[in-house]
């Protein structure tokens, strides 16, 4: 494992996603590295631009350590998990597997930006989390170090009610003020290179060693975990995928606000044949690292947790095969339904003001912990009048989706430039209305035309249960997870302007959510 986060707060810590005593007990020789410039790592850190270099000469080394058989395996998720792909694209002769769980595959689609807005939420937590040790390898003595620590805590403190507000977001000043580097691009939001350091998609044709991928239906990469165990399959390499009800950071009940049942938990119980998540990743290393060992492994290679039934599934390919798009489109009244609309000039509007942008609760973010991620009742969030929100009524039979959602809209805004975002819930019987899946898109507008506006909302695995109803939330907002749009057509400025946005559902302009629906 290379890191970034310490290597000594991580020997033990289990959201790094294997177990390194259990790992020695079976066999294996493990090693958890600091990433260059990071802690007892010697060098100076620049956020994923030295690690396709420093991961192929760590493999090297680590097949020529004392007792090693020569074969090597990565793990961990997230940056440790990119990490692994920039190692494998240079082909080390010693690397024989890679596990790179909860890890992007585009850094402009979940990392940096989503949709053309920044990816806020994420940015300035992580870089005010690792500025600890930026400080530390300054030089400062202990009484100054001391307060640039306090002073940087503060900032984390203080993230939710000032230093996510702060503008122009450009101009990252919360990190500019004690000298912390910030994630990838917002140092320079149009700085090509650091999306390029940490881009997957293009390295796909160059990866030839066995991948195993784990991703959460609420984690904030969950996307680019499927998309990058669908490059593999599709290049007929031999992957592994394995998906839970998690976040990026919860991995067992609660997760948000609901309980999935004990199966559900990454580790701690044996959903999966008797052995649990770290168990199938050890016997995964087993087979490609041990040379004649005969690993106990499921034969589907995807492994996807059902939520709303709360079971498990195994699965030949992902997307499924037996997905079939299903339209649902938004009608007047605030209905939602799969009868296209029959009237003739039907649309609703609202009006989108950056200086009260809608919150963002729960979701697939990685924000200031005082905002935790997941599936959350969504009814603070649709009690605004700048929310507008389209349901189903309650079915008679279950109805299960499983794959990517897109939600089409055409609509109108004042404003040169502004954001539409759409999410999906599932609204329970007891009135609880609980987020699946969302996205956004920054718009370019012109002079109040009616433009069509396609919005990825990911992927996700949901049963609407008898009863439940399906809804679907369409705004300009959800902050601090993403950047306001300043409806300006500036966002290097701070000027703010107030727009007003109109949303059309009818026969001509249908707009509409598409689901896969199983059949």
């Known amino acids: 494992m290379r890191t970034p986060y310490d290597k000594n707060r991580h020997v033990m810590d289990v959201w790094c996603g294997l177990d390194p005593l259990q790992a020695a007990r079976r066999g294996f020789l493990v090693a958890i590295q600091d990433v260059r410039g990071r802690f007892a790592s010697e060098g100076e850190w620049d956020p994923f631009r030295f690690e396709r270099q420093d991961g192929y000469d760590t493999v090297e080394w ?32 010693g ?21 053309g807005a920044v990816e806020l939420g994420i940015a300035l937590r992580w870089a005010l989390e690792n500025g600890a040790d930026v400080l530390a390898k300054r030089g400062h003595d202990d009484l100054a170090l001391e307060g640039r620590l306090e002073a940087v805590a503060a900032e984390w403190d203080r993230l939710s009610e000032s230093g996510y507000w702060e503008l122009p977001v450009s101009s990252v000043s919360v990190l500019r003020r004690h000298g912390v580097p910030a994630l990838g691009g917002l140092r320079e939001i149009d700085n090509a290179s650091a ?78 044949g008797g052995h649990d998540w770290n168990d199938l990743q050890l016997s995964w290393f087993g ?32 997307p499924p095969a037996e997905a079939r798009s299903q339209r649902w489109y938004l009608r007047d009244g605030g209905e939602l339904g799969t009868a296209l609309p029959d ?18 609760v729960g979701g697939h973010g990685v924000l200031w912990p005082g905002s935790p991620s997941g599936p959350m009742d969504q009814a603070a969030v649709e009690d605004r009048d700048d929310v507008l929100v389209f349901t189903s009524a309650p079915l008679r039979e279950e109805l ?47 002079n109040n035309g009616v433009g069509r506006y396609e919005i990825d909302l990911w992927s996700t695995s949901n049963v609407f249960l008898p009863g439940h109803r399906l809804r679907v939330h369409v705004t300009s907002s959800s902050f601090p997870r993403w950047d306001r749009n300043l409806n300006t057509g500036d966002q290097r400025g701070t000027r703010m302007d107030v727009a007003t946005q109109r949303v059309h559902h009818d026969r001509h302009r249908p707009s509409y959510v598409e689901l896969p629906v199983m059949t």
């Open 343 to 360: 009237a003739d000039n039907a649309s609703t509007a609202f009006h989108y003001d950056p200086h009260d942008p809608v919150p963002t």
């Open 400 to 446: 299960e989706i499983t794959g990517r959602v897109r939600c089409v809209l055409y609509a109108t805004s004042s404003a040169p430039s502004t954001d539409w975002v759409a999410r999906l819930c599932d609204v329970h019987p007891d009135g609880r209305s609980i987020n699946l899946c969302d996205g956004i898109v920054r718009a370019t507008t012109a």
């Open 62 to 93: 680590a097949a020529s350590l004392p007792g090693s058989n020569g074969r090597v395996g990565m793990y961990s998720g997230s940056y440790c998990g990119n990490v692994q792909w920039l190692a494998a694209a240079d082909r080390p002769r």
């Open 287 to 318: 087979r490609h690292l041990v040379e004649g060992a005969a690993q106990d492994l499921p034969g589907a290679p995807v492994r996807i947790f059902v939520m709303g039934r709360n079971e498990w599934r195994d699965l030949p390919c992902w």
């Open 95 to 115: 690397l024989a597997a890679i596990s790179p769980a909860l890890t992007w595959s585009e850094p402009l689609d979940g990392l940096l930006a989503r949709g």
């Open 195 to 272: 999306a390029r350091w940490s881009r997957v998609t293009d390295l796909y044709d160059r990866v030839h060693v066995p991948t195993l991928h784990t991703a959460g239906w609420y984690d904030i990469f969950l996307q680019g975990t499927l998309d990058n165990y669908a490059a593999m399959a599709a290049r007929g390499r031999e992957t592994r995928l394995i998906v839970g009800p998690w976040t990026h950071h919860a991995f067992e009940d609660p997760v948000g606000q609901q309980a999935f049942g004990m199966r559900s938990a990454r580790n701690g119980y044996p959903a999966h």
